[in-house]
């Protein structure tokens, strides 16, 4: 079974920058397609960037040019690197596994974009 735990979300202020971190626990890690998604209230979860075992990266429109998405095989842990971030930002950000037949979850970070 995969578990995943976020960590690193917190408030900061527009412009500013935050490094989440996403822990797996489990086997075959690098056969994953390893993903950010956020969710703001009222607003359907949508992905942020993900990251094939080969190290190919995806980013949606809203982090293209201010997120960067990397995983360390050894440490069984996904990264994604927030910049010049905007109120628009704010949201929970989960973590996910993909595999043949869906997600696995973590239980999101909050991320609030604020002055």
């Known amino acids: 079974q995969v578990q995943l735990v976020e960590s690193g979300g917190g408030l900061v202020q527009p412009g500013g920058s935050l490094r989440l971190s996403c822990a797996f626990s489990?086997?075959?890690?690098?056969?994953?397609?390893m993903g950010w998604y956020r969710q703001a209230p009222g607003i359907e979860r949508e992905l942020v960037a993900d990251?094939?075992?080969?190290?190919?990266?995806y980013y949606g429109p809203p982090a293209k040019g201010r997120f960067a998405i990397e995983r360390d095989s050894a440490k069984k842990t996904v990264y994604l690197q927030m910049s010049s971030l905007k109120p628009e930002d704010t949201a929970v950000y989960y973590c996910?596994?993909?595999?043949?037949?869906?997600?696995?979850w973590g239980q999101g970070t909050q991320v609030t974009v604020s002055l």
């Open positions: 489990g086997n075959f890690f690098t056969t994953y397609r």
């Open positions: 990251i094939t075992g080969t190290g190919t990266t």
């Open positions: 996910s596994a993909k595999y043949h037949a869906g997600n696995f």
